[in-house]
């Protein structure tokens, strides 16, 4: 009933000591979509939301196909200076002063043997580079990560990187579609350990391929494979519009 939903959006407005309850009900993934959409928008209209209610209703966006508007909406939460980083691959020169979170920021949960930190200094493109350590323990890389939300159309993905690491086989960057299937890659390999060398490798989006995701990948073919240790330097991660 959109009546009854407008009077009780109108009282959550007010935060009643119930409302945290009522709210931690959208997040059921059984509850229709389009309501919690309709709901969190109803509150965005009355009232600034909390980060967790943003949170929420960015998932609800992307959950129904409008995946530019959550991007957008989530853009415009950061400060000016965070703000200026969303190109289309958020951050990709990692000028973020600390790691930012969020929806569409870099995931920094690289996972078991594997460390990621800001390095300032001798970058391929401004002020700062990405770090990544690795132990020696076999890795099972999760993370750089990204949540993107290109259009249809052909692309160009672009980076640079010096792999100081013992890997057998090179590192990459790939770009998949978040509904399934590889749409691009670029092998990070042939470089020097002192010396950045930048790659790039071009790529088609789909229609009906709404929603995407940028990850640092390595495909190990064995458990020594994938037991790498030393230094992977990342910096200038671009994607950028191309004519076919």
Known sequence: DPQLRKEIVALLAGNPPW????????????????????????LAALRPLTPSELSMQIHALGAVGRSAEARILWLKSLPNDQRALGEAVFDGDFEEAEPIGGEFAWTWDSGAGVDLSLEGGQAASGNQWLRIDF??????????????????????????????????????????????????????????????????????????????????????????????????????????????
């Not at 959208?26 to 509850?31: A, E, K, N, Q, V």
């Not at 076999?138 to 990560?145: D, K, M, V, Y």
Request: net charge positive.
């Open 19 to 42: 409302g945290g309850v009522l709210l931690s009900k959208l997040g059921d993934p059984s509850l229709d979509p389009d309501l919690r959409v309709k709901v969190m928008d109803g």
């Open 135 to 244: 132990s020696g323990r076999a890795i099972a890389l999760s993370a750089p990560s990204q949540r993107l939300v290109l259009p249809t159309g052909h692309y160009v993905l672009s980076s640079a990187f010096q792999d100081r690491t013992n890997a057998s086989r090179p590192f990459m960057l790939s770009v998949t579609c978040s509904s399934g299937g590889l749409l691009g890659r670029v092998e990070l390999a042939a470089g020097k350990a002192d010396a950045w060398k930048r790659v790039q490798s071009e790529f088609d989006v789909p229609a009906g391929c709404a929603e995407q995701r940028l990850s640092l990948a390595f495909s190990a073919r064995s458990r020594a494979d994938a037991q790498i240790a030393g230094v992977l330097r990342l910096d200038d991660v671009a994607i950028r519009n191309s004519l076919p």
